[in-house]
């Protein structure tokens, strides 16, 4: 049984930063592609960031482009999303979610290209 529990979020102030964290088990982490997305109240879940399972390439929405950073340690299977110079139109909740296929390229910002997600992070970012 696969399961994701992301860690990291919090409360910071605009221009601040926090890095999340995912941890995956029950699965080969290193074959799957991974994305971030967030969900703000009031607002559909939104893509935010995705890294190929090779590590190789990476995908980021134009709200967070040169802001935040997604990256993955396959000997700990984690990925990560470091997030900085924080806004306070960031403020959601965050979740991590893994590839449905492994050795596969999802469409990043497609929700149905992900099978097993996390619990979600609260990031709340205060002007």
């Known amino acids: 049984q696969v399961q994701l529990v992301e860690s990291g979020g919090g409360l910071v102030q605009a221009g601040g930063s926090l890095r999340l964290s995912c941890a995956v088990s029950?699965?080969?982490?290193?074959?799957?592609?991974m994305g971030w997305f967030r969900q703000a109240p009031g607002n559909e879940r939104e893509a935010v960031a995705g890294i190929h399972w090779s590590g190789k390439s990476t995908y980021y929405s134009d709200s967070v482009k040169g802001r935040f950073t997604i990256s993955r340690d396959n000997a700990k299977n984690t990925v990560y999303l470091q997030m900085n110079n924080l806004k306070p139109e960031d403020t959601a909740v965050y979740y991590c979610a893994a590839g449905r296929y492994p050795y596969w390229s999802p469409t990043y910002n497609r929700e149905s290209d992900f099978d097993s997600w996390g619990q979600g992070t609260q990031v709340t970012v205060s002007s």
């Open positions: 029950g699965r080969t982490f290193a074959s799957y592609s």
